[in-house]
């Protein structure tokens, strides 16, 4: 398809996509290192300690800021006005004119943004549990047939959540704050996080729920949810707010 | 022979009929109509805010009209099979973004349209940007980004041309170039629909003018039906935009 060919051609040339690429794969794996080496030195110390269940995994959790600048930035950048010198367009009149049917633009970029955050995604897995590997040696948690649905669940949760970003910004036509509030939820202060303290109810806002794909101790944890149930309500959410984007975007001037 | 060309006139003629669009409580056009037709340069002149690129924008399915249509032929943009073949355009700047090279750019354009990357480089020889193609757009000049969205707009050898403000930052050579360019296209039975303000750069370049002011057509014919009396097209624009002397 040509449009979906033309929407990867414009990632790949896009250098802040290539930041997102490196930090989606730096991120997690420098956490993972600098835990691991912690770990390494509990474990040196007691026989009694042993690594933790979510080692690696919680690495994954973070490294998601990569997935979400690339879902911001593939679509933010359509709508950057050009230096007044050359006459301040914006791409999205290009690709409008290149393909100019609104819901198969959204589709081809909401494609290619999946697509390259999947890549993403299992490039900092292997990364990173190949850190966690290296570092912990012998002491390091066998990967086994459980691991299997927990790695595709990161997978999925790279996805979906760079496809909120991308959806979000469609809606903001603007990348600067969706990406720090983004960056910032995920990072700095967790205010999703927060959330739960106050209501359970929080437990089932995107990113919460989503992590729950493969995060099996949550740090306390205020409501119990299933691995399953957890990757539904992000699909939920992800839909609601992709269909939203999608009307938004086809019925509004470019 | 003859019947081939009917048929293709019919395809390459741009239909603007009746176009009202309102922002707000302002009604920015109010019953644009006119055609651009193949074979002719049609300069679509007027004063700023004269809702030139509004109509443009509107062609290009990029903005809704509030009322009325905007056509090819008889179809809206919107829906052409293989718009990059049918229509080439250039709006306000390459419609470019600054990180990425002008060959980057007009590479991802030819793949929405299936064109090999051989017609990048040919695009770049015929505007002149063959130089500065590794270039990152934020660091082009005016008048490259004029060349860069001329570039996109040729890419896909389309049957019709729409520019908006074409000639706008580029120095005499290029004034002659594009000039020199669109007359080629009209010769060989394509349209071409051009916006500017003036003048003296356009009378020598259009066979056609329709001048707009605040969102209405005010003369619409040849270059010699709309200069008529006045001693230039300069002097019969002024007159018809300013509502000085008739
Ligand atoms: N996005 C917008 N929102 C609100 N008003 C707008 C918008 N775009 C254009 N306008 C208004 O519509 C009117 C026509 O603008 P338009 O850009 O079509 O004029 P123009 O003939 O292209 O002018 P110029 O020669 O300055 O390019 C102006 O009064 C302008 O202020
Ligand atoms: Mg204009």
Request: charged share 15%.
């Amino acid at each position: 398809m040509r449009a979906l060919a033309a929407e990867t051609s414009k990632l790949a040339s896009l250098p802040a996509v290539w930041i997102a690429t490196a930090a989606g794969v730096v991120v997690p794996g420098v956490i993972a290192a600098i835990t691991a080496s912690a770990a390494l030195g509990a474990i040196d110390r007691g026989p009694a300690a042993i690594a933790a269940i979510d080692t690696g995994y919680q690495e994954l959790a973070f490294g998601v800021v990569g997935a979400i600048i690339l879902g911001v930035v593939a679509v933010s950048s359509e709508y950057v006005t050009e230096s007044a010198d050359s006459g301040g367009g914006r791409q999205i009149t290009t690709s409008l004119t290149a393909v100019p049917s609104r819901l198969r633009f959204l589709l081809a970029k909401l494609s290619a943004i999946a697509i390259s955050s999947a890549m993403l995604a299992i490039t900092a897995a292997v990364t990173t549990m190949g850190v966690v590997r290296v570092v912990l040696g012998e002491h390091a948690p066998a990967l086994g047939a459980d691991d299997v649905p927990r790695l595709a669940g990161v997978a999925c949760y790279w996805v979906y959540s760079a496809l909120l970003a991308a959806g979000i910004t469609v809606l903001t036509r603007h990348g600067v704050v969706p990406l720090a509030v983004l960056i910032a939820n995920t990072s700095v202060v967790s205010v999703t996080y927060l959330l739960t303290k106050i209501t359970p109810l929080a437990n089932y806002l995107p990113d919460m729920a989503g992590v729950r794909m493969f995060i099996r101790k949550l740090a306390d944890s205020t409501a119990e949810i299933s691995p399953l149930t957890g990757g539904l309500v992000m699909t939920a959410w992800v839909t609601v707010l992709l269909v939203t984007a999608a009307i938004s975007f086809t019925r509004r001037d470019a | 022979m003859t019947g081939g060309d009917a048929s293709r006139s019919h395809v390459d003629v741009i239909t603007i009929d009746n176009l009202v669009k309102r922002r707000g409580s302002r009604e920015i056009l109010s019953g644009i109509s006119f055609r651009a037709r193949p074979g002719r340069v049609t300069g679509f002149l007027g004063p700023n805010g004269a809702g030139k690129s509004s109509t443009l924008r509107i062609l290009l399915g990029l903005d809704r009209a509030t009322s009325g249509a905007a056509l090819i032929g008889s179809v809206p943009f919107a829906k052409l099979p293989d718009p990059l073949a049918m229509v080439g355009a250039m709006l306000d700047g390459p419609g470019a973004h600054r990180a990425r090279t002008g060959r980057a750019h007009l590479r991802w354009v030819a793949r929405s349209a299936g064109l090999p990357r051989a017609r990048v480089d040919e695009v770049l020889e015929v505007v002149g940007l063959t130089n500065a193609a590794s270039k990152r757009v934020g660091a082009y000049s005016l008048g490259m980004g004029r060349r860069l969205g001329l570039a996109t707009a040729l890419l896909g050898d389309p049957e019709i041309l729409v520019l908006d403000e074409p000639v706008n930052g580029l120095d005499p050579d290029g004034i002659r170039w594009i000039r020199t360019l669109l007359r080629e296209r009209a010769a060989s039975g394509r349209t071409v629909l051009l916006s500017g303000h003036l003048m003296g750069e356009l009378a020598e370049t259009v066979d056609d003018v329709v001048v707009v002011n605040e969102g209405k057509v005010v003369a619409d014919g040849t270059l010699g039906e709309v200069t008529g009396a006045y001693r230039t097209l300069e002097d019969a624009f002024f007159a018809l935009t300013t509502g000085a002397a008739s």
